[in-house]
C-alpha cells in the first residue's frame, strides 16, 4: 500500500463544499505534482492532510503509513514525518524562529523533556541555512514576521530541510520567488529526495510549471473544482507547459460542464487529456 | 539571647492597641507615632472604599474582606522561612544590596561598602528613622495620604519593615538592589512600605519582591512605594509581586514623583494572590521628566488582577510611555483602567499608553478601560487598548511543526509578552519572569 493514500475525501467549511472526492496515492521516494487553477481545491488539501481544525471532512479517508491520518493530531501527523510548506504561512509575533527551529526539530526527533542540545542543533541550522543560501539573520526575527514573499517562502523549505520529513507537501512554494530562488529551492528539495533515509515524497502543488523543470515528477495530478480531473505522467506537465495554463484552463470549463453532466469524473477527464 | 526570643506572643488584632504597640517597638520618635495613630483614626472614620470611590472600586469587590479575622503576625515568632526569589537575591555579583523583610521583620540585609561609603542609605524603615530622621520624616508619606481611602490608612497605621533608600547627588548605583517581603503567617496582614529618594542627577534601581505561605487562610497585603526622582535623577523600580493563592492585595500603590529632567522607570509585575488590586501612577513635576511604566500580569485559576495607572503631566515637556500586557486563563478575570491626565499648561507633552490582553480560556476576562483627560492643546498623546483570544491559526501551525498544543500556547504566550520582557531594564528580571511564565502555563 502507498505511503500515503487519499480515498474519496470530501472537505467543506460551513455550508461550502470544497473537496469532491480526492483520490490520490503517493509514497516515499515519488515526487508528484499537483496542477490546476486557483480556487479549486489545492490548498485546502494540503491543509486537512496536515489537520488544520478549520475545515470539515465529510466523507473519505487518509491512511499514512497504514495509519488513520485523520485521527492524528497535527503535530501527531508531523513527528511521524509529514510536512507541508504552506502556500500563507502565518506570522507570529514575539516567538523567533531560533526558538521555534529548536521545539520543532527536537519535537520530530524525539526529545521528549528537554530539547535538543544548543550546539548541536545550531551546527544543523547552519548547514541547512548555507545549502538553501538561507539568510542566517532571519533565526533572530519573530517568525515570518515582515517576512518579504520570497522570505517566507524559504524559511518554510528551510524548516523542511531541518525537520527531514518522509512526506512532504508543498503549496505554491515556487509563486513569488524568481527564477534563480526557484532553483535554489528545487535543488534543495531534490537534494533532500535523493539524500532522505528511506525516501522521500514529494507533493508539489503548483500553479506554474516552471519549478517542475527542475523537479521532474514522476506523476502529475490536475485538480479542479474540489476533484482530481486527471493523472498522468511528467507528459502531463509537458502538455500544460506547451498549452500554456490560460489554455488549458478553458478545458477545465469544458470538463467542469461534463462533469456537471454525467457526474463521470475519471471519464471527463480521460476523454479531455486522451482526444489531445 | 533575650528570653523574649523564646516567648510565644499570639499575633495582634488589628486595633488601636497594636498600633501602639508597633511604634513602641520599633521605638519610634513621637512624629511618627502620631502619624500612625491619625492613620488609624482615618481608618475608623472612612467608609468602604466602594463607596468613597465607587468608579475605582467598580470591578473588585472587597467587601468579602474580614479585617477581624486577620492579625498582625508575631514580632517575636519563629524567623520566617524564605520565600520565593531566590535566584533573583541569591547571586551577590548581581546585586548591590539586599534587604529581606519577613512577617513584618527585617531579617536580613546587605549593601556594598563602597555605596556605603558614598552615602547610599538601603536599611528597613525603622533603623532610617533612628539615623536619618530628617530624611525620613520629610519624605515619608509625602506622596501618599492615609485619608485616600480606608486601605491607605490601615496601612499609614501598621506599616512596619519598610524599605527605605537614598541615593545621595549625583552618586550612580549600577547594579539593582533588591528587596524581598515574605508573609508566612496564615491569616496575617503585611503593609509594605517603600520609600525611594534619588537626589539631583543619582542614578539606581531597586527591585522588590513579594510572596506569601501558600496556606489556606485568607492573609492580606496592602502597600505603599514612594519613589522620589529629584531633578535629572534616574530610578528603575521593578515591583515582582507572587503571592501566595490564599493572599489578598488589596489598596495599593506605587507612585512616583518625577522632577524636572528626571526619569523613572517602573516595572510592575503580578503573578500570585487570590485577589489584587494595585495602582501604579506617576507624576510628572518638572520639564523634561520623564516615566517609562511597564506591566505584566498573568491571571489563572480564579485570580481576580485589577490595575489603574495613572501618568500624569503637571509641567511642559514632559514623557510617559506605557506598557501593560496581561494574560488570563482558566476563570481568572483582568481589569486594566489607564488613565492619562494632561495638566493645564503642560504643552509640549508626549504621553503613550498601550493595554493588551490575551485570554487563554473561555471563562477568563479581561477589561480595558482606557481614559484620558486633557486639559492642554498642544501634546502628543495616543492610547490603544486590544484583547485578543488565542490565534488558531498560530496554534495550528506551530503544531504542524511538531509542537504540542500546550507548547505551542506557551510560546504564542511567551512571544506575546516578549516585548515586556525585552523593556526590562534588568537583565537577572527576565530570565526569572520568563521562567515564572512558564510556570504559569502549567
Ligand atoms: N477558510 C475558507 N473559508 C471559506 N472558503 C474557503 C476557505 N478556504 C478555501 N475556501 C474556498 O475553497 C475553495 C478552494 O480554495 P483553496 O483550497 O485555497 O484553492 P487553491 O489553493 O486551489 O487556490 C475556494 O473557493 C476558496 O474560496
Ligand atoms: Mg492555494
Same mark, same amino acid.
Request: hydrophobic residues 45%; neutral net charge.
Given at each position: 500500500?502507498?505511503?500515503?493514500?487519499?480515498?474519496d475525501?470530501?472537505v467543506?467549511?460551513e455550508?461550502?463544499?470544497?473537496?469532491?472526492g480526492?483520490n490520490?496515492?503517493l509514497s516515499?521516494?515519488?515526487?508528484?505534482?499537483v496542477m490546476g487553477?486557483n480556487?479549486?481545491g489545492?490548498?485546502t488539501?494540503?491543509?486537512?492532510?496536515m489537520?488544520?481544525?478549520?475545515?470539515q471532512?465529510?466523507r473519505?479517508?487518509?491512511?499514512?503509513?497504514?495509519?488513520?491520518l485523520l485521527?492524528m493530531?497535527p503535530?501527531?501527523?508531523?513527528?511521524?514525518?509529514?510536512?507541508?510548506?504552506?502556500?500563507?504561512?502565518?506570522?507570529?509575533?514575539?516567538?523567533?524562529?531560533?526558538s521555534f527551529?529548536?521545539?520543532?526539530?527536537?519535537a520530530?526527533?524525539g526529545?521528549?523533556?528537554e530539547?535538543?542540545?544548543?550546539?548541536?542543533?545550531q551546527?544543523?541550522?547552519?548547514?541547512?541555512?548555507e545549502?538553501?543560501?538561507?539568510?542566517p539573520?532571519?533565526?533572530g526575527?519573530?517568525?515570518?514576521e515582515?517576512?518579504?514573499?520570497?522570505?517566507?517562502?524559504?524559511a518554510?523549505?528551510?524548516?523542511?530541510?531541518?525537520?527531514e520529513p518522509?512526506?512532504a507537501?508543498?503549496?505554491?512554494? /515556487?509563486?513569488? !520567488?524568481?527564477?534563480?530562488?526557484?532553483?535554489?529551492v528545487? /535543488?534543495?528539495?531534490?537534494?533532500m529526495?535523493?539524500?532522505?533515509?528511506?525516501?522521500?515524497?514529494v507533493l508539489?502543488?503548483?500553479?506554474?510549471?516552471?519549478?517542475?523543470?527542475?523537479?521532474? &515528477?514522476?506523476?502529475?495530478h490536475?485538480?479542479?473544482?474540489?476533484?482530481?480531473?486527471?493523472?498522468g505522467g511528467?507528459?502531463?506537465?509537458?502538455?500544460?507547459?506547451?498549452?500554456?495554463?490560460?489554455?488549458i =484552463?478553458?478545458q477545465?470549463?469544458v470538463?467542469?460542464?461534463?462533469?456537471?453532466e454525467?457526474?463521470?469524473?475519471r =471519464?471527463?477527464?480521460?476523454?479531455?487529456?486522451?482526444?489531445? | 539571647m533575650?528570653?523574649?526570643?523564646t516567648?510565644?506572643?499570639?499575633?495582634?488584632?488589628l486595633?488601636?492597641?497594636?498600633?501602639?504597640?508597633?511604634?513602641a517597638?520599633?521605638g519610634?520618635?513621637a512624629?511618627?507615632?502620631?502619624?500612625?495613630?491619625a492613620?488609624?483614626?482615618?481608618?475608623?472614620?472612612l467608609?468602604?472604599?466602594?463607596v468613597?470611590?465607587?468608579?475605582?472600586?467598580?470591578?473588585?469587590?472587597?467587601g468579602? !474582606?474580614?479585617?477581624?479575622?486577620?492579625?498582625?503576625?508575631?514580632?517575636q515568632?519563629?524567623?520566617?522561612r524564605? *520565600?520565593?526569589?531566590?535566584?533573583?537575591v541569591?547571586?551577590?555579583?548581581?546585586r548591590a544590596?539586599?534587604?529581606?523583610?519577613a512577617?513584618? =521583620?527585617?531579617?536580613g540585609?546587605?549593601?556594598?561598602?563602597?555605596?556605603?561609603?558614598?552615602?547610599v542609605?538601603?536599611t528597613?524603615?525603622?533603623?532610617?528613622?533612628?539615623? #536619618?530622621?530628617?530624611?525620613?520624616r520629610?519624605?515619608?508619606?509625602?506622596?501618599?495620604?492615609?485619608?485616600?481611602?480606608?486601605?491607605r490608612?490601615?496601612?499609614?497605621?501598621?506599616?512596619?519593615?519598610?524599605?527605605?533608600?537614598?541615593?545621595?547627588?549625583?552618586?550612580?548605583?549600577?547594579? &539593582?538592589?533588591?528587596?524581598?517581603?515574605?508573609?508566612?503567617t496564615?491569616?496575617?496582614?503585611?503593609?509594605?512600605?517603600?520609600l525611594v529618594?534619588?537626589?539631583?542627577?543619582?542614578?539606581?534601581a531597586?527591585?522588590?519582591?513579594?510572596?506569601?505561605?501558600?496556606a489556606?487562610r485568607?492573609?492580606?497585603?496592602?502597600?505603599?512605594v514612594?519613589l522620589?526622582a529629584?531633578?535629572?535623577?534616574q530610578?528603575?523600580?521593578?515591583?515582582?509581586?507572587?503571592?501566595?493563592?490564599?493572599?489578598?492585595?488589596?489598596?495599593?500603590?506605587?507612585?512616583?514623583r518625577?522632577e524636572?529632567?528626571?526619569?523613572?522607570?517602573?516595572?510592575?509585575v503580578?503573578?500570585?494572590?487570590?485577589?489584587?488590586?494595585?495602582?501604579?501612577?506617576?507624576?510628572? *513635576?518638572g520639564p523634561?521628566?520623564?516615566?517609562?511604566?511597564?506591566?505584566?500580569y498573568?491571571?489563572t *485559576?480564579?485570580?481576580?488582577?485589577?490595575?489603574?495607572?495613572?501618568?500624569?503631566?503637571?509641567a511642559? #515637556?514632559?514623557?510617559?510611555?506605557?506598557l501593560?500586557?496581561?494574560a488570563?486563563?482558566?476563570?481568572a478575570?483582568?481589569?486594566?483602567?489607564?488613565?492619562i491626565?494632561?495638566?493645564? *499648561?503642560?504643552?509640549?507633552t508626549?504621553?503613550?499608553?498601550?493595554?493588551?490582553?490575551l485570554?487563554?480560556?473561555?471563562?477568563a476576562?479581561?477589561?480595558?478601560i482606557?481614559?484620558?483627560e486633557?486639559?492642554?492643546?498642544?501634546?502628543?498623546?495616543t492610547?490603544?487598548?486590544a484583547?485578543?483570544?488565542?490565534?488558531e491559526?498560530?496554534?495550528?501551525?506551530?503544531?504542524? =511543526?511538531?509542537?504540542?498544543?500546550r507548547?505551542?500556547?506557551?510560546?504564542?504566550?511567551e512571544?506575546?509578552?516578549? /516585548?515586556?520582557?525585552?523593556?526590562l531594564?534588568?537583565?537577572?528580571?527576565r530570565?526569572?519572569?520568563?521562567?515564572r511564565?512558564?510556570?504559569?502555563?502549567i
Amino acid at each position: 500500500m502507498a505511503d500515503l493514500a487519499i480515498r474519496d475525501l470530501h472537505v467543506q467549511v460551513e455550508e461550502k463544499v470544497i473537496l469532491k472526492g480526492i483520490n490520490l496515492e503517493l509514497s516515499r521516494g515519488e515526487i508528484h505534482a499537483v496542477m490546476g487553477p486557483n480556487g479549486s481545491g489545492k490548498s485546502t488539501l494540503a491543509n486537512v492532510l496536515m489537520g488544520n481544525p478549520f475545515y470539515q471532512i465529510t466523507r473519505g479517508d487518509v491512511l499514512y503509513k497504514g495509519e488513520d491520518l485523520l485521527a492524528m493530531s497535527p503535530d501527531e501527523r508531523a513527528r511521524k514525518g509529514l510536512f507541508i510548506a504552506f502556500q500563507y504561512p502565518v506570522s507570529i509575533p514575539g516567538v523567533t524562529m531560533a526558538s521555534f527551529l529548536r521545539t520543532a526539530v527536537s519535537a520530530r526527533r524525539g526529545y521528549e523533556q528537554e530539547l535538543m542540545p544548543v550546539a548541536e542543533f545550531q551546527k544543523l541550522l547552519r548547514e541547512k541555512m548555507e545549502a538553501l543560501r538561507v539568510d542566517p539573520a532571519i533565526v533572530g526575527r519573530y517568525v515570518n514576521e515582515g517576512f518579504s514573499g520570497g522570505e517566507k517562502k524559504r524559511a518554510e523549505i528551510l524548516q523542511m530541510a531541518l525537520l527531514e520529513p518522509e512526506i512532504a507537501i508543498m503549496d505554491e512554494t /515556487d509563486s513569488g !520567488l524568481d527564477i534563480d530562488s526557484v532553483k535554489i529551492v528545487a /535543488d534543495g528539495i531534490m537534494q533532500m529526495h535523493r539524500n532522505a533515509s528511506g525516501g522521500m515524497g514529494v507533493l508539489v502543488i503548483t500553479h506554474y510549471s516552471r519549478i517542475l523543470q527542475f523537479l521532474r &515528477p514522476h506523476h502529475v495530478h490536475i485538480i479542479y473544482d474540489g476533484r482530481i480531473v486527471v493523472s498522468g505522467g511528467p507528459e502531463l506537465a509537458q502538455e500544460l507547459e506547451e498549452r500554456g495554463y490560460e489554455g488549458i =484552463r478553458q478545458q477545465f470549463e469544458v470538463i467542469a460542464a461534463e462533469v456537471q453532466e454525467s457526474g463521470a469524473i475519471r =471519464r471527463a477527464g480521460k476523454v479531455f487529456w486522451v482526444t489531445h | 539571647m533575650s528570653t523574649e526570643g523564646t516567648t510565644q506572643v499570639a499575633a495582634a488584632a488589628l486595633s488601636r492597641a497594636t498600633v501602639e504597640q508597633q511604634s513602641a517597638r520599633l521605638g519610634e520618635p513621637a512624629w511618627a507615632r502620631e502619624r500612625r495613630l491619625a492613620a488609624w483614626e482615618a481608618f475608623e472614620r472612612l467608609p468602604a472604599p466602594a463607596v468613597a470611590r465607587p468608579e475605582e472600586w467598580r470591578r473588585t469587590d472587597v467587601g468579602a !474582606l474580614d479585617l477581624g479575622a486577620l492579625a498582625v503576625p508575631d514580632p517575636q515568632g519563629s524567623p520566617a522561612r524564605q *520565600g520565593r526569589h531566590g535566584p533573583l537575591v541569591r547571586d551577590e555579583a548581581t546585586r548591590a544590596g539586599w534587604l529581606a523583610h519577613a512577617d513584618g =521583620r527585617t531579617v536580613g540585609r546587605a549593601l556594598r561598602a563602597e555605596l556605603a561609603r558614598a552615602g547610599v542609605v538601603f536599611t528597613d524603615l525603622a533603623c532610617a528613622m533612628r539615623e #536619618h530622621e530628617a530624611l525620613v520624616r520629610e519624605h515619608l508619606f509625602a506622596l501618599a495620604s492615609p485619608e485616600e481611602h480606608r486601605f491607605r490608612a490601615l496601612h499609614g497605621a501598621l506599616w512596619s519593615a519598610g524599605t527605605f533608600l537614598y541615593v545621595p547627588p549625583g552618586v550612580e548605583v549600577a547594579l &539593582p538592589l533588591v528587596a524581598q517581603t515574605w508573609l508566612g503567617t496564615p491569616g496575617g496582614v503585611v503593609f509594605p512600605h517603600t520609600l525611594v529618594v534619588a537626589d539631583q542627577g543619582s542614578r539606581v534601581a531597586l527591585i522588590e519582591t513579594f510572596a506569601s505561605a501558600p496556606a489556606e487562610r485568607r492573609a492580606l497585603a496592602s502597600g505603599v512605594v514612594e519613589l522620589i526622582a529629584r531633578p535629572g535623577a534616574q530610578v528603575r523600580y521593578a515591583a515582582v509581586q507572587e503571592w501566595g493563592p490564599s493572599t489578598w492585595e488589596v489598596g495599593s500603590v506605587v507612585r512616583a514623583r518625577v522632577e524636572r529632567d528626571a526619569l523613572v522607570h517602573t516595572t510592575m509585575v503580578a503573578l500570585g494572590g487570590d485577589l489584587v488590586k494595585v495602582d501604579v501612577e506617576a507624576h510628572l *513635576g518638572g520639564p523634561g521628566a520623564s516615566a517609562e511604566m511597564l506591566g505584566l500580569y498573568f491571571g489563572t *485559576g480564579g485570580q481576580h488582577v485589577d490595575v489603574h495607572t495613572l501618568q500624569e503631566h503637571a509641567a511642559p #515637556h514632559t514623557t510617559s510611555d506605557l506598557l501593560y500586557k496581561g494574560a488570563v486563563r482558566d476563570a481568572a478575570r483582568a481589569v486594566f483602567a489607564g488613565l492619562i491626565r494632561v495638566h493645564p *499648561g503642560a504643552q509640549k507633552t508626549n504621553a503613550f499608553q498601550a493595554n493588551r490582553n490575551l485570554v487563554l480560556s473561555a471563562g477568563a476576562r479581561t477589561d480595558s478601560i482606557p481614559k484620558l483627560e486633557i486639559m492642554a492643546n498642544d501634546l502628543r498623546c495616543t492610547h490603544g487598548s486590544a484583547t485578543s483570544r488565542l490565534n488558531e491559526e498560530h496554534i495550528f501551525y506551530l503544531m504542524s =511543526r511538531g509542537l504540542t498544543r500546550r507548547q505551542a500556547t506557551f510560546m504564542i504566550v511567551e512571544g506575546f509578552f516578549a /516585548d515586556v520582557f525585552d523593556r526590562l531594564p534588568f537583565e537577572t528580571l527576565r530570565g526569572y519572569l520568563q521562567a515564572r511564565v512558564a510556570e504559569k502555563m502549567i
